[in-house]
């Protein structure tokens, strides 16, 4: 990895509109799944990959994450705050932190998703390995979804599909945000983790916003590639699996999954489920 791990964004501003009425007294990203809440599982895994810095950006009606988390030295961490007083999509929440980053690449995770894994190298640390060998690069973590729902995601276009072998990393020649399924280069898709170098802010502030008044990360990373910026994909594992809090039956998915393998309790609740 790295010699010195770099910051990290962690957008968590979002409504959480599929998750109402349970989203209009906790925020998504504090929704407990096991014994943790969804922040928690996320911090834990910059944390494991050596970051200590991070910046969480905020919508104003989700202080209770600012008050949980504190500055994270809880944590050994230290946690700064951002707010995105307009929901005007994901690059508008990143560029919150761009005087913050700096001029260095930084790690976006996003504050809904969980990212599980007991590999010895992590999705996150294989990230930064990547960046090591091409360090200026965007780099983003991907999993391959089934057909019905490539049009949620950014889905990726590899450079030369023949070489993927499931494993290693893949340099792209494009990356489109929600295709149908006929538009769509592959069952490949954005794994709410980027690894991005800071001249995406140049494309962030050029980004036109979409249907909705959004500002999509998509859009600039894709205008970047075509400026001549490089971008390689992470796949993720077999045994590796991105839990999206973001509707019920995938958060509902993910409390069981933790739940029945914890290592007190797991294996008790399994045999009192009928």
């Known amino acids: ?48 990959s050596g970051i200590r810095e991070v910046l969480v950006i905020l919508s104003p009606v989700k202080n209770m994450i600012r008050e949980y988390f504190k500055d994270g030295e809880s944590l050994g961490m230290h946690i700064e705050y951002a707010w995105q007083e307009e929901m005007r999509g994901l690059g508008d929440a990143i560029l919150k932190g761009e005087k913050w980053v700096g001029g260095d690449s930084f790690v976006v995770a996003f504050g809904d998703c969980i990212i599980s894994s007991k590999s010895s190298c992590p999705p996150l640390n294989r990230m930064l390995q990547c960046h090591e060998l091409y360090p200026q690069t965007a780099i983003t973590l991907c999993e391959t979804v089934d057909e019905d729902k490539v049009n949620r995601y950014g889905i990726l276009a590899p450079s030369n599909p023949a070489y993927i072998n499931g494993v290693d990393p893949f340099p792209l020649r494009d990356i489109i945000e929600k295709p149908s399924l006929d538009l769509a280069p592959s069952r490949y898709a954005v794994a709410a983790r980027w690894l991005l170098p800071p001249d995406i802010f140049s494309f962030l502030h050029g980004v036109q916003k979409d249907s909705r008044g959004e500002i999509n990360l998509t859009d600039a990373v894709r205008n970047w590639m075509r400026s001549g910026g490089k971008t390689w994909a992470i796949p993720l594992s077999n045994s590796e699996k991105r839990w999206d809090i973001g509707g019920w039956e995938s958060y509902f998915a993910a409390s069981i999954n933790m739940i029945l393998s914890d290592e007190e309790y797991g294996e008790r609740i399994k045999s009192n489920i009928a």
Not at 4 to 10: D, H, N, Y
Not at 19 to 41: F, H, N, S
């Open 1 to 48: 990895m790295l010699a010195t791990p770099p910051r990290a964004i962690v957008p968590a501003a979002g409504y959480g509109s599929r998750l109402r009425p349970l989203t209009y007294a906790i925020p998504k990203e504090m929704l407990p799944v096991g014994r943790k809440t969804v922040l928690d599982y996320v911090m834990a895994e910059l944390f494991a």
